[in-house]
Structure formats: structure tokens, C-alpha cells
């Protein structure tokens, strides 16, 4: 048995994506908006790893106190690229942030990390476990995980043909009324991969937003999935059947530097299903 710890903490601070070589143009063009001078209210989750022992005690305060004199003066109210020695030298991406605490925390903290969550909105997060990856040229790469969340509405009905109205309403309850009934759905898909040594990304936002927009928003977003759509013509569309049509439209375009690790959809704040590559 072990205890796994989380501790939340926040700054402020400014950044922007630009390589020296491209041109303003090119960077835009590389970069979309994040070319600019801009900001973010960061969150960071650290998680730990404790073993259980009755003789000692463990005090959230003092692991906050910890964690705020180490990362403050870094990090908050700061413009990265400039202020940063790590950053002046490396794009402060938010998955090279991610990568950069984790390091930089190990040597603070009292107990062994678990996992470092960086949150530039509640639309992009990444997160990083200390794994890495031997390349084929020796060289030693860090495995980040990047999940980008996304929104479509539909409605569904959830109904078996075989099945009488009375049947179906005990198996389904009110999600079997013959007009069917909708939700606002949140999407979260996450990659895994090394973050470009040039960029600092695993895959560029524009390219996950496209496939996204291809892929899942243009075919259910504000539709009847019992009618509209093919694939839940012949199956129930239930939320376990929708994550799993989700997985199966990206997994495929996902396969060079970044790899699809998990898809997972909250039908409402309440509850979510997931695929998880390999499981």
C-alpha cells in the first residue's frame, strides 16, 4: 500500500512561441496565437508518493511552504522566455514546463514524486511521470502526456428494437422516451509522446484541433445520433459505444511522434467513460 499525495499551486506568468530563425510570418503561421506575447493563470498539480508509517508525520503546509519557495521565484508574475534561464534556451511550452517541475521539484521535495499536472486552461493540460524513452541513437527522451478538451451537444435515444416500450423502460428509464433526450458533452483526448527539441510540442494544436473538427466534432455535433449517424443506426448509441466510435475515428491519424493514450467523454459534470490505449 502506498499513499498518493496531491498538492495544487498556482502562478502568473507571461510567454510566447517564437523560433529565431522563422520569420514573424512563420512563426504565426507555426504557431497560430501562441506567437504572441500573452499569459496564463497556471495550475499545477504535484503528486507524491508516500509510504505508509505510523512513526512519522506528514504536514500539507510544510509541502506547500516547500513548493512555493522553490517555484515563486521562477515562475510567478514572470515573462518565461526572459526571465527564465531554462526558458531562454528552450520554448516554454506547456509540456516542457510540465518536464521542467518535475526536475526541478525532485531536489525540494521530501518524498518521491508520482506526477507533475501543468494546466494553461481547463483546455489544455500536460502532465508528466518521469518516464523516458531510449532512442535508438542513446540518447534518453521524456514520454508527456498533452490533453486537449473539446465540446459537441447531441441527443440520442437509447433504445433496443427487440425490445418492447415497457422493457426497454425498465432497462433505460427515461433515457428510452421515443423523442430521445440530449447532453452537452465534454471531450478529452490525450497523446502521448517526446515533445519536438525544437518546438517544444508533441503535436501541434492546430493539427489536433483539425482531426478533431474532422474526425468527431463535424459528425456529431448537434445531431441525432440514432439517425444521423451511421455507425448508431445498427448499435445503441450509449456513451460506452460513443467513446469507443471517438477512439476509433483518431487512433488511426495518431500513430508518428504523438501516439492517442486515452479518449475520455463526460455525458455530464457527473460522470465520464474513457478508452485507454492498451487496456
Known sequence: ?????????????????????????????????????HGHNYRVCACLRLQPNPQSHFCPKELEQRLRE??????????????????????????NIAVYLWDDLQAALPCELDEVEVYESDW????????????????????VYLTRAYHFSASHR??????SEDENRALFGKCSHPYGHGHDYRLEVTVRGEPDPITGMIISLGELDALVQREV???????????????FQQIIPTTEH????????????????AHLYRVRLYETPRSYFEVISGE
Open 124 to 143: 489544455l493540460w500536460a502532465s508528466y511521470r518521469g518516464e523516458r524513452q531510449l532512442h535508438s541513437h542513446g540518447e534518453e527522451v521524456p514520454m
Open 158 to 163: 437509447l433504445y433496443h428494437p427487440e425490445l
Open 217 to 231: 466534432l463535424e459528425p456529431l455535433d448537434h445531431r441525432f445520433l440514432n439517425e444521423e449517424v451511421a455507425e
Open 70 to 95: 522553490r517555484i515563486d521565484p521562477q515562475f510567478d508574475h514572470r515573462c518565461l522566455n526572459l526571465e527564465h534561464p531554462y526558458f531562454r534556451q528552450h520554448l516554454p511550452t506547456t509540456e
Open 242 to 257: 460513443l467513446v469507443q466510435f471517438i477512439y476509433q475515428r483518431l487512433s488511426p491519424h495518431l500513430s508518428g511522434r
Open 1 to 37: 500500500m502506498r499513499w498518493r499525495i496531491a498538492q495544487w499551486f498556482a502562478f502568473e506568468a507571461s510567454h510566447f512561441y517564437r523560433l529565431p530563425h522563422l520569420s514573424e510570418a512563420e512563426n504565426e503561421q507555426l504557431f497560430g496565437k501562441a506567437a504572441r506575447h
